[in-house]
Each structure stands twice: as C-alpha cells, then as structure tokens.
C-alpha cells in the first residue's frame, strides 16, 4: 500500500474505478487479483525487521498529548497484552503496511479491535449493534480492518484463561461471516446495502442462557445509564441553581481558563453550523453551561477529551462529549486525508461506515492556541459496549461472527462488494488463513507487550494507574 491511494489522480475508491463494469467484469477482476495475491498469503506475519521501533512508536504518538495524562494511558496498556494492543494503535498500522492486500480501497475503521463494536440507540429509537469508534478511518485496504479486528479476538481469548484454540476459531468465524456476507451484500442493490443494519434483538436471539440473560441485563442498565436523571447524578452538582460538572480529578476536572465564555461559544456555534437544520433547531433548544476535561478509553488517554453540559432547565439537561481528532495513525502510510480539518475527517468517515449516526454529529476546531481540532457527539445514548472480560467460550463463537458481519457491511458502503466477492471466493481458505495470522499477530503482541513492560519497570515510561 503506498500514498498513491490518496494521489488526485486515483480515485478513493475501488468501486471508483470501473462504474460502468458488469457484476461479472468486477468478479472476474477479483478473481484476477487473487492470482496476484493468493489467499495463502494473508496467513503469514511479515514483521520489517528495520524501522520498527515499539517504545519509539509509543512515545512519538505522546507529541501533543497532555502531559500529565500520558502515564495513565500507560497505566491502562499495562493491563494486560490486549490493553497494550487497543493503546497501540499506530504500532500495527506500521506492520499492516507491510502486508499484502489485494488492491480494493475501502472506509476502513483504522483501530478495528473488538472493543469498538457496540450497541446504540438511533435517532428512531431503534437498538442497532455497530461499530463505534472511528478516531483513525481512512480510506485504506479492507485487509488492515479485518486482521486488526481478528488479532483482537485472540487476544481477548488469552486475556479470558481460554485456550488460543478458542481465539483462533474466533478469528476463523469472524473472517468467514464477512466472506459470506460480501457475497450477500453484492446480490444487493446500493441502497440495500446502505440501508442494512444488525438490530440488538437479532443478536439476543442468537444468544442462549446465561449469555442471553446477561445481553438483556446489560441493555437495560446501558437504558439506565443514559437517561438524564441518572447522568446528572453521576457527572452533575447544583450549586446555588447553577449546574455544573463535578470535579472527580484527574479523570474529570476544570481546567483553568476554558469555561462556557465567548471563546468557548465561538467554538460551539461552528459545531453548531456542522449540524443539519433540523438538528439545529433541537440543540437550540439548550444553552451551554459548563466545560469540563474527561479522560476516557485508551488510546484516547492524553488527548483533549471533554463533556459539555447543555441545560435547558435544572431537570432537562443534554450532555456532550468533545474528542481532539488526531491525524490518523493510517496517514503515513495511506498519504493525507483529503479533509483539512480532522474532526471533518471522524464525522465523515463514520457516516460512510455506520448504519445510523448520532444526532449530534458534528466538529469543530478549539478556540485558542495550539487550535485542536474536535468532533462532538451525545455522551451516552444508550451505548453498550462488548465486554470480552465477561465472555464465555460461547461469546467466542457468537459475537465474532456478528462483528464479521457488521464489518463487511461497514466496508461493503464505500467498498466494490463485486470485486470482494471474486477475490475472496467460496472456499475457506480466507478464513483460515486470517486464523493463523491472528494467531501469529497476537503472539507479536506478546512479545511487543513484553518491550512495553521493560520499559515501564526501567522508568523510561512512567506509569500511574487509576481506576
């Protein structure tokens, strides 16, 4: 993969290249692109043995980080080798560039681990289980999504006491899924395709006794969690009629001169114009009374996060959350985004890939020096997200394949399901082949974690660990 995907040039997009081909032509150009690069091939780990440097990678991705907060994002990787994995973003992105890939660009999520695959409420009301973190999308190989994704089923599984076994059939049945349904999405039409979508019920159905019991627990509590009662609560104080954000340091603190003032608003009131109409005449509805810093996820860890707290009375509140968009950690390998402002970047990438976005969508950049760029979204509406801790052998067999789906589904939006279809073919040798380099990949992991821990136990990394 070189920068050439990104040259003016050169479309985006796979589905770019041939619009006026048949279904046939576009087949047969993937079956010709899988004689280039045979399935086989995706089985093997090519690690560069020159230039790839763990801690190096670690640190350069600190440059513009808040300080005092990178020792908690070490804190949290510390944890255990899939921490280490979903903090590392930028470290496998490096090793995917090295990979064979058969030549379809797609929207790829760019930190596609299990842990941000999750349920939502949409705008309807509805329960959809998607993805939902899209901090590093960019157009890329479908490939880069789907190893990264099945990397992180293994290592779920070994950070769960179970067998590798267990992690590898993971990783098999994820990988099948989103073979079978590429299939099913090219019989489709392209509105079908967009309009496609994985509701929470499908997957409670799937699930059986105690897996099911704790799906359905989990809902409820995400429901809890979410109203407005239960977040003034946890997050809110009143304090002589004035409601502000409570002061829970470091993980939620004011910070000295960033208030709810004119600069702040100025800021506000360019999200407000990334919104459509309608949505602006609802956010309307609430003022802006108060900014707080939140440290949140971990990769995150470091970066300019925050909540807004919007009120339009004491007992009708609507929180925000504010995240820096980054560069991607796909950039140097994919060539620059054709977006300017990197939160413009999140917002659009994740409006290709998901099947219903938050109502608050939107971005803006900070109002004072060294002007970070952000994206804005509700803080919780209904959000669930995939605990593997909890995971039975039985979750191993279920979700990966519902992750599978959705990511085939995420891909088949942008991507050419046609010429997907013909590469990827009927056999298994795909899913088999994405087993082994999963298995492979996490063991590198391992390895890599072991570097990491080095390093933290030396002082070169300093740590701090808060719950």
Known sequence: MTKRSQDKKNPRFAAELNRGATRAERKAAGKAARQQTPLELHAKLRIPRTGRDVIGVLEKSNVGRIKELVPIRYGRMLVSPFTFYRGSAALMAFDLAHTPTSGCIVQACGDCHIQNFGGFATPERKLLVDMNDFDETMPAPWEWDVKRLAASLVLAAIANDVSLEVGREAAFRMAQRYREHIAELSDMSHLEVWYSHIEMK????????????????LVQEAIKKSSPEVLMDKLVVSTGGRLRFKDVPPLQTHIEGVLAGEHEKQAFEAYRKTLQEHRRVLLDRYEMVDIARKVVGIGSVGTMCGVILMASSEDDILILQLKEARNSVLEPYVGKSTYKHQGERVV???QIMQAATDYFLGWTTGPAPPL???????LRDVKIGVNTALWDKNDFKIFPEVAGQILARAHARSGDAWFMEGYLGKSQAFDEAIGEYAVAYAKQTERDYTQFMKACKSGRLKVESID
């Open 202 to 217: 499908k997957v409670l159905d799937m699930s059986k006794g105690g897996t099911r019991a704790r799906g359905e627990k």
């Open 372 to 378: 970070r760029h952000f994206y804005i979204r509700q």
């Open 348 to 350: 659009a990438g994740q």
